[in-house]
């Protein structure tokens, strides 16, 4: 293995590689300065870079169109030793499956992200947007606020809402439901154990106490889903018998999945349901609670965009009767928009996707001239993160200029320069349902408060397999004076 690895990587540039730790020893804090090792080294390395999980595990990491596109153009699999970590809790949902599951299954779920379904979650993402906001008004006395955890929660209670219809209430209990607790710890303890070699092995991560409060958080989150799916299972049964239709005011994601058949009638498993709605909980909480509060950050930290924005959200509110950014006003957001793109450019919330090659593939060579092939069987990375950064590919990369986004200025852009939804047939499925709540949070927000961030406080960025602030994101809110409806 470690020889095919450094066979096929010969002539690619590396730096600072330790015998046995790689580059794990670097990485470990996960921090700022990881952030750069990882995939921020186009300074020297325009293309691509080398980086090391201890001795075995070579990892090539494309920072570039040239190197990304012929990558994300095929439905090249997930690889198995970052995402198999994920797999006993997501199981063969979207995020990991491959082949011809995971084609049908992107088939049978991709109505589910129809406009039709999305448009009355726009409701749902106002209400509990406003629910947040409550709770800061309350708060604000003492004018700092930590976005992320206040986001993070405000897009869980979205998120229950759209799929199971559960009115969690977990913005406002004091208690934490123990499945959302659950999945919390899932998620941490999913980034522990990629950074800490002894625990790759299954047999070893198994054996300790991490894989026995795993294991427990596991039952937990699986439990709920499947008594959730058996609920809504039988109380559809039942309302077939009596002739009744559902009472809801909209189609969630579980009615998507129990009524989802391919040609041949055949609806998924239970099984599979259970895995899709395991991958949606993990695939569309962190990353847009990442992203709304790194949009938060960024109105913060440039004053003179936030200002744009809110003379346009006021120009838009102040004509309503209600506090609620609706269906068609989503379009009338262009320069918010501009500042949401510019802001996912900057600060991705998936900072960093795997794929492992079931076939050869050809790239630009690190120097730039000529091509290579990377034989099957090696593992990619794409550093979105490096990507975006990247002063091969953007102009003074790390300046935050909305501006980059005009139709004019996107004029000739490779479509591979910016990726925060991935692309090609595996991109994210969920892109229009989180752009709409992105819009619809940080619009609200802006119209209510002012942001600021606190000179004192420098926020460095975490990659927790979404990106976060390393001490979360505290910014400054204080309530504007609005006409009020
Ligand atoms: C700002 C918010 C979001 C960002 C930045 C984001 C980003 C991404 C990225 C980069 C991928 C590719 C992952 C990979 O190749 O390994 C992805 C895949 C995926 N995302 Fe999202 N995502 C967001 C929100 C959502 C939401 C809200 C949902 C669902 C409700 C969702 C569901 C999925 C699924 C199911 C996949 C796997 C698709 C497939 O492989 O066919 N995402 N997302």
């Not at 691509?48 to 990558?71: E, K, R």
């Not at 986001?151 to 209430?169: G, Q």
């Amino acid at each position: 293995m470690k020889w095919a690895t450094e066979k096929a990587f010969v002539g690619f540039p590396i730096e600072n590689r330790h015998p046995v730790f790689g580059h794990l020893h670097m990485l470990k804090l996960n921090t700022e300065e990881t952030m750069h090792i990882a995939g921020e080294r186009s300074d020297n390395f325009p293309y691509t870079g080398l980086l090391w999980f201890g001795p075995f595990h070579g990892i090539l990491i494309c920072h570039h169109p040239d190197t990304i596109q012929p990558i994300m153009s095929t439905a090249e699999p997930k690889d198995e030793f970052t995402y198999g970590m994920v797999k006993p809790w997501l199981g063969d949902g979207l995020l990991i499956s491959k082949g011809s599951k995971w084609f049908r299954n992107r088939r049978l779920l991709t109505p589910g992200f129809h406009f039709d379904i999305l448009r009355p979650y726009v409701h749902i993402f106002n209400e509990c947007t406003h629910t947040m906001m409550d709770k800061w008004m309350k708060q604000s006395d003492n004018g700092m606020i930590e976005m992320f955890e206040h986001v993070s929660l405000m897009t869980l209670d979205s998120l229950l809402k759209c799929i199971f219809s559960i009115e969690s209430h977990c913005q406002t209990d004091v208690s934490r439901n123990p499945y959302i607790t659950a999945v919390y710890a899932l998620s941490e303890m999913v980034l522990k154990r990629v950074q800490f070699p002894p625990y790759f092995s299954d047999l070893v991560y198994h054996l300790t106490y991490s894989g026995y409060k795993w294991r427990r958080a596991l039952r937990q989150v699986h439990g709920h889903s499947k008594t959730v799916i058996h609920q809504r299972k039988q109380a559809l049964q039942d309302q077939k018998k009596l002739g009744i239709k559902h009472n809801r005011k909209y189609i969630d994601f579980l009615d998507i999945l129990l009524e989802a058949r391919d040609e041949s009638g055949k609806g998924l498993t239970d099984q599979e349901i259970r895995d899709e709605v395991d991958t949606f909980m993990f695939e569309g909480h962190d990353t847009t609670a990442s992203g709304i509060s790194w949009i938060l950050y960024n109105m913060a930290k440039h004053t003179e965009h936030q200002l744009k924005c809110q003379e346009e959200i006021d120009e838009l509110m102040d004509q309503k009767d209600k506090d609620e950014i609706e269906w068609d006003d989503l379009s009338k957001l262009p320069y918010l928009t501009m500042c949401i793109k510019e802001s996912l450019r900057l600060h991705p919330p998936v900072p960093f996707i795997g794929r492992k090659l079931s076939k050869p593939i050809e790239m630009r060579s690190p120097t730039g001239k000529g091509k290579v092939v990377i034989p099957a069987g090696e593992r990619i990375g794409i550093a979105i993160t490096g990507l975006h950064h990247n002063q091969h590919v953007w102009e003074d990369p790390e300046v935050y200029n909305p501006l980059r986004f005009t139709p004019e200025n996107c004029k000739g852009r490779s479509p591979h320069a910016y990726l925060p939804f991935s692309a090609g047939p595996r991109n994210c499925i969920g892109q229009n349902f989180a752009m709409n709540e992105m819009k619809i949070a940080v619009g609200l927000v802006l119209r209510k408060f002012n942001l600021a961030v606190d000179d004192f406080i420098r926020i460095r960025r975490y990659n927790s397999i979404v990106l976060r602030g390393e001490r979360g994101i505290p910014l400054h809110v204080k309530p504007r004076k609005i006409k009020t409806t």
